[in-house]
């Protein structure tokens, strides 16, 4: 059984930050890939941050600049620090994490970027 933990949501003003944080417990083996997706009401789940163990990262162009993934492969944990916050940036945010068992998710975090 693996689990993943999601903090770090909330309510935030235009301009601001936020620090998203997810952690994976639990029969994990061989994770690679981590990272975020989001998904706004109405809308599909679209990718918003990658990471593979290597270090790599990729973003779409819409949050380039004003978010930054990391990783503490030790704790099994994958941060998002969202900088520059826009209202269209809110949505609900999944992390995920592949691994030679499989892919999880989260259960998701509320973001919501408003005055």
């Known amino acids: 059984q693996v689990q993943l933990v999601e903090s770090g949501g909330g309510l935030v003003q235009p301009g601001g930050s936020l620090r998203l944080s997810c952690a994976a417990s639990?029969?994990?083996?061989?994770?690679?890939?981590m990272g975020w997706y989001r998904q706004a009401p109405g809308k599909e789940r679209v990718l918003v941050a990658g990471t593979t163990r290597s270090g790599s990262t990729a973003y779409p162009d819409s949050v380039k600049g004003r978010f930054t993934i990391s990783r503490d492969n030790a704790k099994n944990t994958v941060y998002l620090q969202m900088n520059s916050l826009k209202p269209e940036d809110t949505a609900v945010y999944y992390c995920?994490?592949?691994?030679?068992?499989?892919?999880?998710w989260g259960q998701g975090t509320q973001v919501t970027v408003s005055s």
């Open positions: 995920y994490v592949g691994s030679s068992k499989g892919l999880y």
């Open positions: 639990g029969c994990i083996f061989s994770i690679n890939g």
